[in-house]
C-alpha cells in the first residue's frame, strides 16, 4: 500500500468525523491488521507523540508529517516528553544484518548524536538515490588532476608550471569577470599532497554527511564554502590566485566537528577524542602548509601563489551555516530563525563581495599581476 492510500484508510477509519486527532493505540492495531508498511522507529514516534498528549492522542497532521518523513520541533518536545514510552534497545544490538546495513548503522553512529535520530535513520534510510555528489566532485578532481599532471608533466607544486595558471578552472584575480572561476577553482591542486588530503576528507566526512542530511543540504553547504573562499580571498588577498576545494572541505569538516564537540555526550562514535585531535591537527597543518607556498615558495615563481584565505572562509561557514544545517536533521530549515539570520548574514557578504570585486580593485589601485 502506498503512502496516500495508506493516509485515506486512516482518516476513514480512524478519524471519519475530522476531529483531527487519532489515538495511537488504534492507529497501532490498523497497521498490524493491515500488515501496513510502517518503519519501526515511526511506531516508536507515535508512541512518544502520543505520551507528551494527556489524551493519548496524536494530530492527524504529525502523523501525515510523520509518515512522509517531515519532521518539526514538535518531534522534539515528543521525544522529551515521551521518552519513558519509547523502547531501550540501541542499534548496536541489531544482529544478523548484512554489510550495508552494518555500513548504514556505522554511519548513524558518526554523525547523529541522539539515539532516536540513529533508529529513525537506519529505518528509513534508501539506497536511492545514493550520496553521488561527494563521489562525483572527487572524481573530477581526480581526473582534472591527472589530466593536468600528464600534460604538465608535474605532480608536485604544480602551480609553479608556467602553463598551470593558463587553465580556464583557476580562480585568478586578472580573470575576475569570469564568474565560473569563482566555482571551478575547486577542481585544481596544488599537488598531489593537496589533493589526496581534500580527497580523503571529502571521502570520509563528506558522503557519510550526505548519506544522512541529503544531497542538497551537502551540496549547498560545500559550494557555499568554495564560494566564500575565492570571494574572501578576492577581498583579503586580493593580488593571490586560488586553487583547490579547501573552502568546501573545511565548511564539511568545521560543521561536523562542530556538531561532535556541542553534542559530546551523545556521540557514540569510537575513540572520539583521538580522532577529533587528529583531524585538528591535520586541518591546521593544511593551513600551516598553504601559508608557506603563499608567503615563503619553495622555488622561484613568475606570480603570487594560491591564497590559503579559503580555508578559513571554509571554517567560518562550516561552524556558521553547516552548524545550523547538521542540527536540524530531518527538520525544516525554513521554520527556524536562526537558519535565515545565517542565510541573510551569508547573502549580505555575497553583495558586499560583488560591489567590492567590481569597483575596490580600481579604487584601491591593486596592482594585480598580470592574467597568463
Known amino acids: 500500500m502506498d503512502r496516500s492510500s495508506l493516509l485515506q484508510l486512516i482518516q476513514e477509519q480512524l478519524d471519519p468525523d475530522n476531529t483531527g486527532f487519532i489515538g495511537v493505540e488504534t492507529f497501532a492495531s490498523l497497521v498490524h491488521s493491515h500488515e501496513l508498511p510502517l518503519d519501526p522507529a515511526k511506531l516508536e514516534m507515535l508512541v512518544a507523540l502520543a505520551q507528551s498528549n494527556d489524551e493519548g492522542q496524536i494530530c492527524y497532521q504529525e502523523l501525515v508529517d510523520l509518515i512522509s518523513s517531515k519532521r518539526s520541533s514538535s518531534f522534539k518536545r515528543a521525544i522529551a516528553n515521551g521518552q519513558r514510552a519509547l523502547p531501550r534497545d540501541v542499534l548496536l544490538d541489531e544482529t544478523g544484518l ?40 572527487t572524481l573530477t578532481q581526480i581526473i582534472v588532476f591527472l589530466c593536468y599532471g600528464a600534460r604538465l608533466n608535474r605532480w608536485v607544486l604544480q602551480t609553479y608550471h608556467p602553463e598551470y595558471m593558463k587553465s580556464p578552472l583557476v580562480y585568478h584575480p586578472g580573470h575576475r569577470a569570469r564568474a ?75 560543521a561536523h566537528l562542530a556538531n561532535v564537540v556541542m553534542n559530546w555526550a551523545g556521540m557514540r562514535c569510537p575513540y572520539k577524542l583521538l580522532r577529533m585531535v587528529l583531524a585538528l591537527v591535520c586541518m591546521s597543518s593544511e ?82 599581476p598580470p592574467p597568463p
Not at 546495513?101 to 554523525?111: D, N
Not at 563581495?353 to 580600481?362: L, M
Request: glycine letters at 8%.
Open 98 to 137: 548484512g554489510f550495508y546495513k552494518r555500513f548504514v548503522r556505522y554511519v548513524a553512529y558518526e554523525i547523529l548524536p541522539c539515539e532516536m535520530d540513529r533508529r529513525w535513520y537506519f529505518y528509513q534510510h534508501r539506497t536511492c538515490p545514493p550520496p553521488i555528489f561527494m563521489a562525483a566532485v
Open 180 to 254: 565560473w572561476r569563482f566555482f571551478t577553482y575547486m577542481f585544481m591542486h596544488v599537488g598531489l599532497e593537496q589533493l589526496g588530503f581534500n580527497a580523503l576528507l571529502q571521502l570520509m566526512i563528506g558522503v557519510p554527511l550526505e548519506m544522512v542530511h541529503g544531497i542538497l543540504r551537502i551540496s549547498f553547504l560545500y559550494l557555499a564554502g568554495v564560494l566564500a573562499g575565492s570571494l574572501t580571498v578576492s577581498i583579503t588577498d586580493m593580488r593571490a590566485p586560488l586553487v583547490g576545494g579547501s573552502g568546501g572541505v573545511y565548511a564539511l569538516c568545521s
Open 287 to 368: 593551513v600551516g602548509r598553504a601559508v608557506w607556498l603563499r608567503f615563503s615558495p619553495p622555488l622561484a615563481a613568475s606570480g603570487p601563489q594560491p591564497s590559503f584565505m579559503a580555508h578559513l572562509a571554509g571554517a567560518i561557514v562550516g561552524i556558521s551555516m553547516g552548524l545550523t544545517i547538521l542540527r536540524s536533521y530531518e527538520e525544516k530549515l525554513q521554520d527556524q530563525c536562526v537558519w535565515w539570520v545565517v542565510l541573510l548574514s551569508y547573502a549580505t557578504f555575497l553583495v558586499f563581495a560583488v560591489f567590492w570585486n567590481i569597483f575596490a580593485y580600481d579604487l584601491l589601485g591593486t596592482q594585480i
